[in-house]
């Protein structure tokens, strides 16, 4: 019944006043159009997602929250795979692929990995479940704002599609030498995964921070068809809030609390920092051996590209085509279109700011898919050591790799799209309400 009063008086306010958002993408601002179930609606502009609308929006998020809790904690729980070789087998559980590398003095690779495929998630639908209890049962506090503003940053560092992928091609690489099992946990993850990834798509912001906090007006001078910046204005990136800037370009959300600026602060010197530290990095992480494998006594060392060569030759083309796009196309894509983009933000150039705008979104998108070769090695280090007979061990290049990966994240993160569309000449759409 709380849930049903929110979702009227949300739809009052829309019928009473324009609710007003500043695209995070483009800075456009937009009066909202009244939504129903299953609508979203964009900005006319660059077509970002400014609002999308859900059928019992609590509800929704606390049950698969809850499915996906059961799934984790059964994925815990039991083995994940197993494999068998000449009489001698073993089994891991999911775990084990963070603690095993510090067996082998690789503890920043470790936490990487403990914290994307189990810590964050665990953390994330946690949070989700008290937040939507909250909202459902009883009245929210200041605190459940940090709560809801915690959700929001800890999207982009949850990997558990990426580590089912991994595990999967790891698997595909040593089915020729061993016998390979999947235990209950893999299959439990795998369910995890999607419901994860139901659970992130299924919180609808728009509602959730008007039930937390209400909506404040947006300032009298706020007008639409036009930057923010140019208004003295910016919109809020988490709750989506219109505010004006103090004299030094910047504020911080009376609802949410996030710190506002008119741009991000040296967005561009922080990016191209970034990309620097990565691509030096990334030669290490080529030119070192990412894993050593012993087999019969014989040590491999074996590195990105090499690795690729192997499945080649042993006719494991997709395989290798996955690892050769995660781990040499995606990275060095990366780089190159980021630093592109921050040297030529502020210049005229022939592609437009369309164009740009969703080369940025396709290298954030898939910046995180990296991930691949690291929870590869993570899988393989935890389930194959038979001594002398088999084993696989970390090389050097894993942490510089998996440091590459997250350094390139935060280089997309840190980059203003916004910077893209100032003084622009686009094209505009009508703003409207779309069915998903």
């Known amino acids: 019944m709380k849930q049903a009063v929110s979702l009227q008086k949300l739809d009052k306010n829309i019928n009473g006043q324009r609710r007003l958002r500043a695209c ?162 893999f299959w439990a993850y795998a369910v995890f995964a999607f419901l994860l990834l139901m659970t992130t798509r299924s919180i609808d912001a728009d509602w959730m921070w008007f039930a937390i906090a209400g909506e404040p007006r947006a300032p009298a001078q706020t007008r639409t068809g036009q930057g923010a910046s140019e208004q003295g204005l910016t919109g809020c990136p988490t709750c989506g809030l219109i505010h004006t800037l103090n004299e030094n370009g910047d504020n911080h959300c009376i609802r949410c ?37 012993t087999t019969f006594g014989q040590e491999k060392n074996s590195t990105i590209m090499g690795g690729v060569i192997d499945l080649i030759q042993h006719g494991s083309w997709p395989i290798a085509l996955v690892i050769f796009i995660a781990s040499i196309l995606v990275p060095i894509g990366k780089l190159l279109v980021l630093s592109w983009l921050c040297l030529t933000v502020n210049n005229a150039h022939q592609l437009s700011q369309m164009t740009r705008l969703k080369l940025y979104r396709i290298t954030e998108f898939i910046g995180r898919w990296s991930m691949v070769d690291v929870f590869v090695v993570s899988i393989l280090v935890a389930l194959i050591h038979a001594g002398d007979l088999i084993s696989v061990t970390p090389g050097s290049a894993a942490l510089a790799f998996a440091s590459v990966v997250v350094l390139t994240m935060l280089a997309a993160i840190t980059f203003d799209s916004r910077l893209i569309w100032d003084n622009p000449q686009s094209e505009l759409r009508p703003m409207r309400g779309k069915k998903v």
């Open 257 to 293: 609390g996030e710190p506002l600026h008119a741009r991000a602060p040296k967005s561009l010197q922080r990016t191209m920092s970034l990309l620097i530290t990565a691509t030096i990095l990334y030669i290490p992480a080529n030119v070192y051996p990412i894993m050593t494998t």
């Open 24 to 185: 995070h993408e483009c800075d456009w601002v937009s009066a909202l159009p009244r939504l129903h179930a299953g609508e979203v609606a964009q900005c006319p502009r660059c077509q970002h997602i400014l609002v999308r609308r859900h059928y019992r929006p609590a509800q929704r998020s606390l049950a698969l929250a809850i499915s996906a809790v059961i799934a984790l904690l059964i994925a815990v729980s039991f083995p994940f795979v197993s494999f068998s070789i000449k009489g001698i087998g073993h089994s891991i559980e999911i775990e084990q692929t963070a603690s095993m590398l510090l067996s082998f003095e690789q503890p920043i690779v470790a936490i990487v990995v403990a914290l994307t495929i189990i810590i964050l998630p665990a953390l994330y639908l946690f949070s989700v479940i008290w937040l939507q209890l909250v909202l459902l049962f009883s009245e929210p506090k200041i605190k459940h704002r940090q709560i809801a503003r915690t959700l929001k940053h800890l999207d982009s560092w949850m990997m558990a599609d990426v580590f089912i992928i991994g595990a999967l091609v790891s698997l595909f690489k040593i089915a020729g030498m061993a016998d390979i099992q999947l235990g209950i946990a």
